[in-house]
């Protein structure tokens, strides 16, 4: 089988790319090879004529990611240009796997449509369909009409809600399987009341999140299974931060990598930190959790990767 950079491509394909620039956590070692394909048949083509040995890693901005200090084996892959368009049409938003939840929330709102639960998510599309991404009681799976993708052996698939099987933070379909566009649908709505919603809910995470620090969104799941609501009757003793606080793990740093004082589920990195200080904090929180609280967090992180 021919080496990745012995197929042709119309895109871009880089060996050893150092990922830690490609990170909101800023850390982690290279990439063998980062292939940034043109559009979904260069992707499907590529794939088809890699090695079927060749681990494949879909990587989208990096948002909900600690890639490992070792770096990460195999191909990455990337979207970028040629896979963020937004279109609104009929109640619903066709959109390219890289466009930013936040630019597709805006660009629905414009349109009239409410996908406005999206515009505080950090991240692409793509990362939101694969994580079932959600807040204020709304997520991704209750939106979500269809998708398209490509599977490791470079098939063009359509995937629908059953494919998908969403659950809380998580679905079913192959980890190297590619998202590369959705589509969604939501409510109408009047654009202007749908975007002062939505900067309410920036001026509401604002307050209560860090978000001028290093860190990548919430780092454990909730246990209790569902998002923060927002709500006045919205219960907070099965929320991560909550348990997290209780344990005595706020403020704490290991290295250059400490729990946030601002807000107690963020994972962050203060400046110098290394994969293996901000995984191994994250561990050290969920040893002291459980000893706290009889409860075992799980990662809402991906943690990808070789250690140094």
């Known amino acids: 089988m021919p080496r990745p950079d012995a197929i042709e491509i119309r895109g871009r394909l880089t060996a050893g790319r150092d990922l830690s620039e490609l990170t909101w956590l800023r850390v982690g070692g290279p990439a063998d090879w980062l292939f940034q394909p043109a559009d979904v048949e260069d992707l499907s083509a590529f794939l088809a004529a890699l090695d079927p040995e060749?681990?494949?890693?879909?990587?989208?901005?990096?948002?909900?990611?600690?890639?490992r200090d070792g770096g990460i084996r195999g191909v990455v892959v990337r979207?970028?240009?040629g896979f963020n368009g937004i279109a609104c049409v009929d109640g619903q938003v066709t959109?390219?796997?890289?466009?930013l939840d936040a630019h597709v929330a805006r660009k629905a709102a414009e349109a009239g449509i409410d996908l406005t639960f999206l515009r505080t998510i950090p991240g692409s599309i793509g990362g939101a369909v694969r994580m079932n991404a959600g807040c204020y009681g709304s997520y991704t799976a209750d939106h979500f009409v269809a998708a398209r993708g490509v599977t490791r052996a470079g098939e063009v698939i359509e995937l629908t809600p059953d494919d998908m099987a969403f659950a809380y933070r998580q679905t079913g379909i192959a980890p190297d399987t590619i998202v590369t566009e959705v589509v969604?649908?939501?409510?109408?709505?009047?654009?202007?009341e749908l975007a002062?919603?939505?900067q309410d809910q920036l001026d509401k995470r604002d307050l209560t999140q860090p978000v001028k620090d290093r860190t990548a969104g919430s780092t454990f799941r909730n246990p209790a299974g569902y998002s923060s609501t927002g709500r006045a009757d919205d219960t907070h003793e099965l929320k991560a931060w909550k348990l997290i606080q209780d344990a005595g793990m706020q403020g704490v740093p290991m290295g250059g990598a400490v729990m946030n004082e601002k807000h107690a589920n963020f994972l962050t990195n203060t400046g110098a930190a290394t994969a293996a200080?901000?995984?191994g904090l994250g561990e050290e929180v969920r040893k002291r959790v459980f000893q706290s609280s009889g409860i075992e967090l799980q990662w809402e992180i991906m943690r990808v990767g070789e250690p140094g």
Request: charged share 20%.
């Open 54 to 67: 060749v681990p494949v890693f879909p990587m989208g901005v990096g948002s909900n990611l600690i890639v």
């Open 196 to 198: 002062a919603r939505m």
């Open 184 to 192: 969604l649908e939501g409510p109408a709505g009047d654009p202007e």
């Open 79 to 81: 979207l970028g240009r």
């Open 277 to 279: 200080e901000l995984e």
């Open 95 to 99: 959109a390219g796997a890289a466009a």
